[in-house]
């Protein structure tokens, strides 16, 4: 008994605290409704043109990523590995909130100097939730 009210309490405290979204993972169709909610529909056509451009720094979302990026790559400073950044390739990926925009935050300092807004984020997941 006394196991079951504190995994209530905890689990109640979670909410209360806005974490619920740490401990449910999320789907892609789950956080391009959460990036649509702040700007608009999204386009895949305008997210698949975003991810190739140049936005006025040296690399695009292709630079490391690739175009398809349905398969693995590597970092073109680092060597390192990129799993693939498509959902349908990679069922990982887009599933936490909290590590999605980590990785837009830091990508999108890379590549256009700023964080996306909420319309890129979303033009550029509906296109990736396109590629096979």
Not at 2 to 23: P, Q
Not at 103 to 114: H, M, Q, S
Not at 117 to 132: G, N, P, S, Y
Request: charged share 25%; with cysteine.
């Amino acid at each position: 008994m006394n196991k079951e009210l504190t995994v209530i309490r905890i689990c109640l405290l979670a909410t209360s605290l806005g974490l619920s979204g740490l401990v449910n993972a999320a789907t892609p169709q789950d956080l391009l409704k959460t990036y649509e909610s702040q700007s608009g529909k999204a386009s895949p056509a305008r997210g698949e043109q975003f991810f190739n451009a140049k936005h006025g720094k040296e690399w695009s979302c292709a630079s490391c990523h690739e175009n398809p990026p349905n398969h693995d790559t590597k970092h073109i400073v680092t060597g390192k590995v990129i799993k693939p950044l498509s959902p349908n390739a990679n069922p990982a990926r887009f599933t936490d909130e909290a590590k999605a925009d980590k990785w837009f935050k830091r990508n999108c300092n890379d590549v256009l100097g700023r964080d996306c807004t909420a319309q890129e984020k979303a033009d550029v997941l509906a296109w990736l939730m396109t590629i096979k």
